[in-house]
């Protein structure tokens, strides 16, 4: 077997490679540049979904603000809660998320 590779072969692989590298930049500036905000209120539904590998849960809450906006703000693996337990109706939470493709996704949900 031939393992030689053509001149054609080789700048098509430096291309993509450089093409590849890029694209990841690309999107550790957009996450970089997103900003975070912080969503307060009480918890007035919770929708729970699947476990995950790691013992948490995903879910979708209902947070209810002082003005009486409703967000839903999405969890999963990656949302860290402090102190680490189950979100519950009736809890006050401080959440810090972001909004991806319409979403708003936790990052972190401080009970208070």
């Given amino acids: 077997m031939n393992l030689t590779l053509s001149k ?40 729970l979904g699947a476990w995950v590998p790691t013992g948490r849960r995903k879910a979708v809450l209902h947070v209810k603000n002082s003005k009486g906006t409703v967000y839903q703000i999405h969890t999963g693996f990656k949302t860290d809660y402090v102190p680490h337990k189950s979100p519950e109706v009736g809890d006050k939470v401080s959440c810090e998320v972001i909004k991806t493709e319409g979403i708003w996704a936790a990052y972190t949900v401080r009970y208070k």
């Fill in 8 to 47: 054609k072969s080789i700048i098509i692989i430096s291309i993509l490679a450089v093409a590849l590298i890029f694209g990841f930049e690309t999107a550790k500036m957009n996450t970089a540049q997103a900003k975070t905000i912080i969503i307060s209120g009480e918890i007035i539904k919770v929708e």
